[in-house]
């Protein structure tokens, strides 16, 4: 089995999270510069066994799409194109940031660590990718929202 592979889509930066070959854990992969990411995922796919990509879907409260919600487009319509028979899924990703700045706050980190910018991103995308192996597993797969079904 190949790995599932997270995606925290930002303007300037994107956490990436990738999970073991069972499917079991997500761990953080990197803070990727917005500008370099469709490099790094050509380059990580080519040498990973990649199941399946899962992208954070940006909502409202009210369950509408957020502002940023034209960029992950973008990107999702980019990467649809880069991998055509990779299966790409959205999950709801609210909340996500918040949880992840409690978490890095609770960590027991050294401040200059918790300040990264980057650290909430990455923490996000696993966030994004637990939240998905515990739906695709079952628990509630009605959340999930397939891209492209063109496999």
Do not use: C, W
């Amino acid at each position: 089995m190949g790995r599932f592979l997270a995606v925290d889509y930002g303007q300037r930066r994107i956490g990436l999270a990738v999970s073991d070959t069972m499917h079991m854990i997500a761990t953080h992969l990197e803070t990727v510069p917005q500008t370099d990411i469709y490099n790094y995922l050509k380059d990580y796919v080519g040498k990973e066994d990649v199941e399946l990509i899962v992208v954070g879907n940006p909502k409202q409260m009210d369950n509408t799409p957020s502002e940023s919600m034209v960029y992950v487009k973008e990107f999702l319509e980019n990467i649809v194109k880069l991998f055509p028979q990779m299966p790409i899924y959205m999950v709801d990703e609210r909340y996500t940031s918040k949880i992840a700045s409690q978490s890095i706050a609770h960590s027991g980190l050294k401040k200059k660590k918790r300040q990264e910018k980057g650290l909430i991103d990455s923490v996000s995308a696993v966030l994004i990718l637990q939240d998905f192996m515990e739906m695709f597993q079952g628990l509630g797969r009605n959340n999930i929202i397939k891209v492209n079904p063109k496999e």
